[in-house]
């Protein structure tokens, strides 16, 4: 089970993290992904990591605002969020899935519940 949290109303150029927690294991061998879904359109793919090693992988329109982190114990993701512009705003899921990190939707097993971001302008 994930639990997403840390979302709220921002304004433009301001930050947030977001926190994707595991509950009842950890991310060992688990890839996590972070997508977002705004009023109206599907859902996208933002970011995902491995906990094997390796960097984050990024959308054209996070990279270089956005970071992924995790901690030690890899029990929780983070999503830092930079620069944040309007159309960042979307309700944010996270995701996890055995295996190598994906940015297909459909590939990953478990999903937290959503937290909204929103940016004004």
């Known amino acids: 089970q994930l639990q997403a949290s840390g979302g709220g109303l921002v304004q433009s150029g301001g930050s947030l993290r977001l926190s994707c927690a595991a509950s009842?294991?950890?991310?060992?061998?688990?890839?996590v992904g972070w997508f977002r879904q705004a009023p109206g359109k599907e859902r996208e793919f933002v970011a995902a990591?491995?906990?094997?090693?390796?960097?984050?992988y990024y959308s054209d329109s996070v990279k270089g605002r956005f970071t992924l982190s995790g901690d030690g114990a890899k029990k929780n993701v983070y999503l830092q969020m930079n620069s944040l512009k309007p159309e960042d705003t979307a309700v944010y899921y996270c995701?996890?899935?055995?295996?190598?990190?994906?940015?297909?939707?459909?590939?990953?097993?478990?999903w937290g519940q959503g937290t909204q971001v929103t940016v004004s302008s």
């Open positions: 990591v491995e906990w094997g090693g390796g960097d984050g």
């Open positions: 995701a996890s899935r055995r295996g190598p990190k994906t940015v297909l939707i459909t590939h990953y097993d478990y």
């Open positions: 009842g294991r950890t991310f060992s061998r688990y890839a």
